[in-house]
């Protein structure tokens, strides 16, 4: 009797918030269902995979970061394919997938994706399965369901095909004498796919929780109709009007629904009384990074100016090695909020145990493939120390979590709401009152009180808490042992499932952290606390190599930060170097009023002074305008981009004809889009094209780095 050998693929994920990879560990999960076997490997961990040999088709799931880069676990691996010295048909073998996620607020829209499918079709890979592009900005999940849905199928045709390509190759070797064990493999391979293509539903949903399904779905994970929510709520009130993060109105709430698999659970978490007092920063700094004191805080912003913008300067000199060139970021470690930790313990249960030393292992026996304990825990850390800064507690739930609650809510009414916020039919509701309105796992559990999951959940669903990257707004040059960097500190308003608004997790921190001792740039400096940072890898935001060559600077707010780093070096070297040939240097700063956040007018007019910077153009958007029913125009700049487009044959002479630079710091999701349209259209003017060409002709500055991007969301 043979032994039933599952077909095999492989899923390789690049991913730098956990996005990729929980989609891939997904994928993987599922596959098992559909009588298939996956290999689930981070794209870093090249130890573990071969694409050189591998014969089974191969699922990429990978993200983008930053300006368009790889994540870092996927970084060695796009640099490895990018060889030149690779031959076209290096990856002939290769039969693959790939879904890409990305960000359409920034540029380089899922530019990791598109680089390894470009190279994999470069070196003869071929597709089984079109690309997914998911766009973070209008919801990953538009793109990502119907791309795993259609994914299965087309895995299984690939194994047929790859199958019978074999047996074809074996027969024709034949001749050659090749071992008969090698076909079996194929045979069965083959003879399980068929099978369960007769039995297997092909749908990720189709196997979990239809409600109107002929086959009754496990007891465990449905609800077996559309509650009469309403009437039979414990937490809720008896008539609902209008929809909200609790209820839902017709035709949702009579519904039949799709909800995912619910996840596997694979921790086994335990809490023990610890006789050790913990030491927070030893942790922090046995993972490579540097405890830093601040040195200055400064407010740039003045008066009642709507954002408020912060200056802080670090002190480097205990760490030579922590060296930085301008337009370099790095990342700053801060603690969830001590008032947020504590809510969530108490709504835990878990008050009285916050000091304990939290265990955690595999379970044994669960069906997570590639089940580890997270990475980003480290061990015997407390409690305390795991909520405040192992995970970003404030994530918004995904609808994989928002199904794990489910099988720990007790109200039916509750359960179905969970349900249908995680179900197909309730997408447009996750986006409006879960994604959109920005809910932490808190906020989520104070709005269905019959929800108590387990810690093991949390840790197995959140994700890692990220630390904030900001640029640098220094030149070593100017201020040698010392790091400077801006921000506006985030505000939240309220909305409804966040009766009040709150800050940003990091810049809220900072400001906390520095209030007390916060100077005005002419008072003295005063002592400050430390925080934990580390240098990102090195980017190509950086000015020319070449200084002969001039170059543009669009930096409106706090985005004029790393120009201030670039006019400081370039002052530097002007004054250690005179006689040497300077291109010349442009800057578009815009904000909202002069008096109130023209950010580092001072430095700015010092560089115009100096003849460092030669051409300093400033707007101010809600100053009084010459003529207010006129609409904002490059007669009437209010924003950088109209500025730009008055200087039009300036600095398309210098993109065009000089070998210039542009550089475009701050807001993705407005500024860098208009400025992008409005360099387009002085391509379109100057060079006499069309849009096509013009699209062209920006592409090919980017293509070779002379237009560049330093964006956030
Ligand atoms: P968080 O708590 O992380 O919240 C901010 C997030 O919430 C945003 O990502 C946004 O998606 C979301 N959000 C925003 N408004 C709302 C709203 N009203 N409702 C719901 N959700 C909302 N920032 C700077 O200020 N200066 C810099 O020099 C700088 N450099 C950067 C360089 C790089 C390479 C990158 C990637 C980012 C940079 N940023 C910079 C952004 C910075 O890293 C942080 O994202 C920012 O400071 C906010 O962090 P936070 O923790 O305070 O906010």
Not at 60 to 71: C, H, K, L, R, W
Not at 417 to 438: F, I, M, T
Not at 565 to 576: A, S, V, W
Request: hydrophobic share 35%; charged share 25%; glycine share 4%.
């Amino acid at each position: 009797m043979p032994l039933e050998v599952k077909p095999r693929f492989v899923v390789l994920y690049g991913s730098q918030k956990g996005q990729a990879e929980s989609i891939a560990e997904g994928i993987a999960e599922e596959a098992e269902e559909h009588g298939l076997v996956a290999d689930l490997c981070c794209l870093n961990q090249n130890n573990k995979y071969n694409l050189e040999k591998e014969r089974a088709p191969v699922v990429f799931v990978v993200s983008t970061t930053g300006d368009g880069e790889p994540p870092d676990n996927a970084l060695q691996f796009v640099k490895r394919i990018k060889k030149r010295t690779l031959s076209p048909d290096h990856y002939k073998h290769l039969l693959y997938a790939l879904l890409a996620l990305g960000d359409t607020n920034y540029a380089n829209f899922c530019n990791c994706g598109k680089t390894i499918e470009r190279r994999l079709r470069e070196l003869g890979a071929r597709q089984f399965y079109p690309t997914g592009y998911a766009d973070d900005g209008v919801g990953l999940e538009l793109v990502i369901d119907p791309w795993l849905k259609g994914l299965w199928n087309s895995i299984k045709d690939a194994l047929t095909k790859m199958a019978s390509d074999r047996t074809v190759q074996l027969k024709e070797d034949s001749a050659k004498e090749i071992p008969e064990s090698s076909l079996p493999d194929v045979q069965l391979n083959l003879l399980s796919i068929a099978d369960k293509q007769i039995c297997e539903p092909d749908s990720k949903y189709s196997s979990s929780l239809a409600i109107s399904d002929v086959r009754p779905p496990p007891a465990s994970t449905v609800s077996t109709s559309a509650p009469n929510t309403q009437a039979c709520s414990e937490g809720f009130p008896q008539v609902s009007l209008a929809a909200s993060l609790t209820s839902s109105l017709p035709p949702l709430s009579e519904s039949s629904l799709n909800v995912p698999a619910l996840p596997p659970s694979y921790l086994d978490v335990s809490l023990q009384e610890a006789d050790t007092a913990e030491q927070a920063a030893e942790r922090l700094s046995k993972e490579s990074r540097y405890e830093v004191p601040i040195s200055k805080a400064v407010q740039l912003s003045k008066g009642d100016s709507v954002k408020t913008a912060l200056l802080l300067e670090l002190d480097i000199s205990a760490f030579p090695s922590m060296t930085y060139h301008p337009g370099d970021s790095f990342d700053v470690f801060c603690p969830n909020v001590a008032e947020e930790v504590d809510h969530l313990l108490h709504r835990l249960g878990l008050q009285d145990q916050k000091n304990h030393h939290v265990q955690i292992s595999v379970k044994d026996n669960t069906k997570k493939k590639g089940a580890q304990v997270p990475p980003h825990i480290p061990e015997n850390v407390s409690l305390l120390f795991l909520l405040t800064w192992c995970l970003e507690i404030r994530s918004v739930p995904k609808k994989a979590f928002l199904r794990a609650l489910v099988e720990h809510t007790s109200d039916s009414a509750q359960r179905r709401r969970l349900q249908e916020l995680c179900s197909k039919q309730g997408a447009a509701d996750y986006n409006l009152y879960v994604r959109d309105a920005s809910l932490g796992v808190s906020e989520l559990l104070a709005a269905f009180p019959s929800c108590s999951p387990p810690l093991s959940l949390l840790i197995e669903l959140l994700p890692k808490l990220q630390p904030r990257p900001y640029s640098a707004a220094s030149s070593h040059l100017r201020h040698p042992e010392k790091l400077r960097f801006v921000f506006n500190v985030v505000e939240f308003p309220a909305c409804s499932g966040r009766p009040a608004g709150r800050r940003g997790l990091c810049t809220g921190w900072l400001f906390d952290l520095v209030s007390p001792g916060l100077v005005f740039p002419e008072k003295a400096e005063l002592a400050l606390p430390k925080i934990h940072v580390s240098l990102r890898p090195n980017c190509s935001f950086r000015p020319p190599s070449d200084p002969s060559l001039p170059f543009v600077m669009i930096g409106p707010g706090t985005g004029v930060a790393p120009f201030i780093g670039f006019l400081q070096q370039r002052e530097e070297e002007r004054k250690e170097n005179p006689e040497a040939k300077f291109g010349e240097t442009w800057l578009f700063f815009g904000c909202r009023y002069r008096d109130k956040d023209y950010l580092f007018r001072e430095d700015l007019e010092n560089f115009v002074s100096s003849g460092t910077l030669n051409h300093l153009k400033v707007c101010f958007s809600r100053e009084d305008r010459k003529d207010e029913e006129e609409p904002p125009s490059a007669a009437q700049p209010r924003y950088v981009q109209h500025n730009l487009l008055l200087c039009c044959r300036q600095v398309t002479d210098i993109l065009l004809r000089q070998n210039g630079y542009i550089y475009v710091c701050g807001d993705a999701k407005n500024m860098a889009k208009d400025v992008n349209e409005t360099l387009m259209e002085m391509i379109k003017i100057e060079l006499q094209v069309d849009q096509l060409e013009a699209m062209k002709t920006l592409a090919g500055l980017r293509e070779q780095k002379r237009y560049l991007q330093d964006i956030w969301a």
